[in-house]
T-cell receptor, first 113, second 114 residues
Framework: DQQVKQNSPSLSVQEGRISILNCDYT??????FLWYKKYPAEGPTFLIS???IKDKNEDGRFTVFLNKSAKHLSLHIVPSQPGDSAVYFC????????????WGLGTSLAVNP | KAGVTQTPRYLIKTRGQQVTLSCSPI?????VSWYQQTPGQGLQFLFE???????NKGNFPGRFSGRQFSNSRSEMNVSTLELGDSALYLC?????????????FGPGTRLTVL
């Protein structure tokens, strides 16, 4: 039972355009969400997070939007750069269950020059 | 500050053997989590240790075990290796008090079981 779903295994975008990565969740108790980026042969690195009390969080070229009623969040990268090519993971946690992070399967983003 | 380190980086074992992987968290971090990553399966949570106690556990068989030492370093052990245990094993540390927040990952140990 996948509580955090990233339905697009891959995404291809032109350099300079917007990349939108989507994530859906099923557990309404999730109240904290994170995005990680992973390059091959490296561990994931934290990108940006959002608490359920917000609907938007921005950090430079990266913005995360949270739609609690739809149980959906998205990561926007503007403008996309070739160095953004990586696998992006969405993760969520809830106050109960000792805040164990639940991960999506990832979306592989390719930004083409 | 030094990042999370994992040793060894690569390991080749045969079925039936056992293996121990090591993780040194960022200085001051008290929580260490372990994950298994296989192609198409994302990050599968193994367990989390906080102050030498297992705080969270994933859905892996008892062949997978771990421990944490008083200096927060952690080890993960897999006994009676199976071919399906071939994966990238990632360790992540965090300050840990609350859990579920930002985690800092090491580069992983690539385990191949022949």
């Amino acid at each position: 039972d996948q509580q955090v779903k990233q339905n697009s295994p891959s995404l291809s975008v032109q350099e300079g355009r917007i990349s939108i990565l989507n994530c859906d969740y099923t557990n309404s108790m999730f109240d904290y969400f994170l995005w990680y980026k992973k390059y091959p042969a490296e561990g994931p690195t934290f990108l940006i997070s959002i608490s359920s009390i917000k609907d938007k969080n921005e950090d430079g070229r990266f913005t995360v939007f949270l739609n609690k009623s739809a149980k959906h969040l998205s990561l926007h990268i503007v403008p996309s750069q070739p160095g953004d090519s990586a696998v992006y993971f969405c993760a969520a946690s809830a106050a109960g269950n000792n805040r164990k992070l639940i991960w999506g399967l990832g979306t592989s983003l390719a930004v083409n020059p | 500050k030094a990042g999370v380190t994992q040793t060894p980086r690569y390991l080749i074992k045969t079925r039936g053997q056992q293996v121990t992987l090591s993780c040194s968290p960022i200085s001051g971090h008290r929580s260490v989590s372990w994950y298994q990553q296989t192609p198409g399966q994302g990050l599968q949570f193994l367990f989390e240790y906080f102050s030498e106690t297992q705080r969270n556990k994933g859905n892996f068989p008892g062949r997978f075990s771990g421990r944490q030492f008083s200096n927060s370093r952690s080890e993960m052990n897999v006994s009676t290796l199976e071919l399906g245990d071939s994966a990238l094993y990632l360790c992540a540390s965090s300050p840990g008090g609350r859990g579920g927040g930002e985690q800092f990952f090491g580069p992983g140990t690539r385990l191949t079981v022949l």
